[in-house]
C-alpha cells in the first residue's frame, strides 16, 4: 500500500513555513498518511496528524515572545535588535542553564485535540534526544498517550542550550536535532512509500537516508523567513505565505524562484519579450563582440553576446527587478501587474548622476547604502537617449539590464 509521508525538520520561528507547506499539499489533495518530526517540526507534526490546518494557522497567529517567555523577558520585535534578542538567550543559559518554556505548556493544551490525533488515520513520530543517558528518542503514536504527547513533544523542541532540558522521568531531553533534524528515516521505519521533506536548513545533525528506493521530493525556503529563535507575528505570516508558494511552485503550479508567479506567466513573458530585449541590447552594444567581451565578465552577458539569452537568465532579470524595487517576495504575482508595477515605481524614482556613484566606488566611500533604484533610473534614461556609456555599466551590470527590462516592457506612451 502506497503511503506518502510529510517529514518536518527542525528550525524554530522558522516553523511557520511549514503550516505553509501542509496549506499547499491539502490544496493539492495530497493523502498525507504519515509525519514526523523533530523540534518545531514536532509540533506542527501534531496540526498535521489532527487534521486541523485552522488550528496550525491560530496557533502561528499567536506565537510571539510573549506568549513563550514571561511577559516582560523580551521587548516587541519591532523596538529590539536581533542582537540583543540572542544576548537574552545567552544570559538565561549563563543564569539559569537555559530559558524555560513553561509557557508553551499551556498552549499545547490549547492546540492539543487528543480525540483528533488519537483516531485519526495519519501515524506519527517524533525525535528527541535523551542527554542524561546520549541516546536519541524516536517515539510514535501507537507509544504516545494523552498524558505523555505533552513532555514528548515539547521536549523534541527544546533547543538547548537556549532552553532548558525537559525533564521526562527525571531524565534531561533536549531538541531531536542533536540526533536527527529531519527524521525521514523514522518515516519510512513507519512505512512510507514515498516522502515530502520540509528542511528549514536549520543547524543540527541529519541521517543519511536507510531506503534509497523511496521517492524523496525536498521542499526548502527559496526567501529568507528569519531568524530560529525570533519569534514574531509578522515574520511568522510571511513565512506561511512563502511556504505555500514554494511548494506550489515544487509541484508546477506556480512558477518563479524567489519571487511567485502565475503558472505559465514566466514563459509567456519570455517568449513575449526576448526577442524585443535581444534587439535592444544589438541597438545599444553596435560594436565588436570581442571588446565587449573583455568589459564584461558576468555569465549572463556572455550568453548575450553568444545570442542565446536563456530562459532562466531572463527570468532572473525579471526577478532582480523586484528585489530592486523592493516587491513582497511573499505575494503571488500575475506578470502582467507585475511588469505595470515595474513601470509606476520606476517613475517614482528620483534620478541620479551616475559619476558620482562610479567616483565612490573607486575610492571606496560607501559609507552611504546606494539606492539601486535611482541606478536603474538612470540607465533608463540613457537608453532612452541613446547615450550609454560601457564604462559606466562595469560596476552595475545587474542594473543596467533591469533598466533595459524596463525599456522593453514598457507601454508605447510611457514617459518617464
Known sequence: MEKLALVLSGGGSKGAYEIGVYKALKKLGKDIRIVTGTSIGAINGV????????????????????TIYDENEFP????EKISKVYLQYAKGFINEGGLDIYKMKEMFKDFFKPYSFFNSNIDYGLVTYNLTKRKPVLITKKDLTEKNIKDYVLASASCYPAFKPYLINNEMHVDGGYYDNLPINLA????????????????????NIKDKSVDITYITPNNKIGSFLVFDKAQAKKAIKLGYNDTMKTFKKLE???FTFKKYNLIKNYNKYIDKFEQNLNNIFNTEHKILNQIFKSDIFKDILNNKILYNNFNNIVEYAGKIFNYDES?????KSYNKGLLTALSNTETIDIEQIVNKIKNKDLENIIDRR??????????????ISYKNIIPFINEFLVALYIYTVKSPHSTY
Open 188 to 207: 519510512i521505519d513507519l512505512g512510507a512509500t514515498e516522502v515530502i521533506a520540509v528542511d528549514l536548513r536549520a543547524i543540527g545533525f541529519k541521517k
Open 374 to 387: 535611482k541606478i536603474v533610473k538612470y540607465f533608463y534614461i540613457q537608453i532612452q537617449n541613446n547615450k
Open 331 to 335: 505575494n503571488i504575482y500575475h506578470i
Open 47 to 66: 496540526f498535521v496528524a489532527q487534521r486541523d490546518l485552522k488550528g496550525a494557522l491560530k496557533f502561528w497567529n499567536r506565537v510571539n515572545f510573549k
Open 256 to 258: 518563479g524562484h524567489k
Open 76 to 79: 516587541p520585535l519591532e523596538e
